[in-house]
């Protein structure tokens, strides 16, 4: 069938009738529920733009013919990977960046282990052939997906095996001729329910032992599978218009623990079967990580685009562009947002064939943004709080401006430098979603974990760094200790 538009995705969840359970109670339909209808409505924009620019979102198939969407492509060239990121920023422009799980995301993932598959051939010839079809099956049919990498936090002292219920996170049941048993709880799948199907995959960052070969799975089925439940966190779209929650209101994209009651999953959505050792290297091995890094460096840029946009309209709208710490400030925005293009541009114009033809971004560069930005994010969040002062509180909603009563007393009490009361209030309300909200809190909190533990990636990011040794050389030169110092004593 090939990309497809808003309607069928909406049509394709009403059919399906995922299991998510939403405020103690079963979602009977997650395209009308008042609390997920916003982001849905976002996604199906996404998968309508792909028709709307089909020059920059699509491309033909490489089995069918089918025109299919631009974030599937296996990039061959760096014209292949720069058209990728074009396409995932088209997307993340019509969100500010704010949709951490747009479908571009575990596209690149799915495109990636599809296409370096031998490492899953290590155990079975048949897993490798899995991954390749699940990649053409997923591009074919535009699969939009939610994935699920971490055990539960009951006691991360111990390995999954020495817990105390050592049942409680996703394991290996049973083996039988047409499939895998699976049984247990995973964590936490963003857009969960809200999608066609879950990718188990393991951690990027937490590696197993082999005792922990039982939990160490990855495989792809249906969300509509018999016995998987998605429990939703409480929902922070609380349905209010677009003005009063101008990102609540249509990205809310949810977050659901996962849950497994003795699900069957065939052989041929099997990719890893009780296998730590090749669990813990799919996705540096596969290049996965990379153009998963490299999606998400490409909404980075765009979500520090918007939020320097807010912050340089917000300094127009009350007269404070010209105090000195301000410019300050809009200079730091600046700086992260020119940084972050610059990791990308020598990600793109260094990338490099791999063994499997796949046209790969630098990783350095790619590894260095996204160790960077979790670290950066909550200082741009910081200054847009410290800029909006009181106008972040003073906020009416719609509904006070419609008022016959105070609609004009706020209308006025509330003008900018360049902007009417109601305007002004609409873009500081902007600023208060992104910063304040509990939409804009989970933001935060979202940029710091969503790719792993930034701890544990910063300290793989120091023991990988290439150029230790020989940095620690050239001082030790320096210092006149090495065999050919360069410097001159005197
Ligand atoms: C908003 C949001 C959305 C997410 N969406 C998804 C998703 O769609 N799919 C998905 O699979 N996951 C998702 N995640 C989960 C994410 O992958 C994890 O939060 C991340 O990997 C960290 O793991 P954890 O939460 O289990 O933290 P933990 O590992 O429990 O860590 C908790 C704290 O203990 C410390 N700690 C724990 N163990 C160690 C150790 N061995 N050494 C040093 N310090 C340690 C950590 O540094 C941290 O401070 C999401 C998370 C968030 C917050």
């Not at 429990?231 to 990102?247: A, C, M, T, V």
Request: with cysteine; aromatic share 10%.
């Amino acid at each position: 069938m090939g990309a497809k538009n808003g309607k069928q995705y909406i049509e394709r969840l009403q059919t399906a009738s995922n299991n998510i359970y939403l405020h103690g109670e079963r979602v009977q339909d997650v395209t009308t529920h008042p609390s997920l209808k916003g982001v849905v409505k976002s996604m199906a924009n996404l998968y309508d733009l792909q028709f709307e620019k089909p020059e920059k979102m699509l491309y033909t198939s490489p089995t069918t013919g089918e025109q299919v969407g631009m974030t599937w492509l296996q990039p061959k060239t760096i014209e292949d990977v720069i058209k990728r990121r074009e396409a995932i920023q088209e997307w993340a422009l019509t969100s500010g960046g704010m949709m951490g799980r747009s479908p571009d995301y575990l596209n690149a993932e799915v495109m990636a282990m599809g296409v370096a598959n031998s490492l899953f051939a290590e155990a079975d010839p048949m897993f490798a052939e899995n991954a390749r079809k699940y990649y053409e099956f997923a591009r074919e049919n535009d699969i939009s997906l939610t994935h699920t990498l971490i055990h539960p936090q009951v006691n991360r002292a111990k390995a999954q095996h020495e817990q105390k219920d050592a049942n409680v996170a996703l394991h290996l049941v049973k083996k039988t001729d047409e499939g895998i048993y699976v049984d247990g709880i995973r964590l936490l799948a963003t857009q969960g329910g809200i999608t066609d199907e879950i990718l188990v995959f393991p951690s990027t960052v937490k590696k197993a032992g082999e005792l922990d070969d039982p939990y160490s799975l990855a495989f792809a089925i249906p969300n509509n599978t018999p016995g998987l439940k998605f429990i939703s966190r409480e929902s922070f779209d609380y349905g209010k218009n677009s003005f009063d929650h101008p990102l609540s209101s249509r990205f809310e994209e949810g977050d659901a623990i996962v849950s497994f009651e003795n699900v069957f999953v065939p052989w041929e959505r099997v990719f890893v079967c009780g296998n730590s050792s090749i669990c813990n290297r799919t996705f540096r091995e596969t290049n996965a990580v990379v153009h998963m890094s490299h999606q998400v460096v490409s909404k980075n840029i765009i979500k520090t685009e918007f939020i320097l946009g807010v912050a340089l309209s917000m300094m127009d709208a009350i007269g404070i562009d010209g105090f000195q710490h301000v410019k300050d400030k809009g200079t730091e925005i600046m700086l992260a947002l020119e940084t972050m293009k610059s990791h990308m541009y020598r990600a793109e114009h260094n990338a490099k064939l791999d063994k499997w033809g796949t046209m790969t971004p630098d990783y350095e560069a790619l590894d260095a943004a996204r160790n960077w930005y979790p670290r950066v994010y909550p200082r741009l969040i910081e200054i847009l709080r410290v800029l909006g002062a009181s106008g972040l509180m003073g906020i009416p909603t719609q509904a006070d401006f419609q008022n016959e009563e105070i609609g004009d007393i706020i209308h006025r009490g509330l003008q900018g430098k360049n902007l009417e009361g109601y305007e002004r209030v609409q873009l500081f309300r902007l600023a208060w979603d992104i910063t304040m909200s509990a939409f804009g809190s989970r933001q935060m909190h979202y940029e710091y974990y969503f790719f792993g533990d930034p701890i544990r990636m910063g300290m793989t990011y120091f023991d990988n760094y290439q150029a230790k040794d020989e940095l620690k050389v050239r001082v030790q030169e320096f210092l006149g200790k090495g065999s050919n110092s360069k410097f001159l004593n005197v």
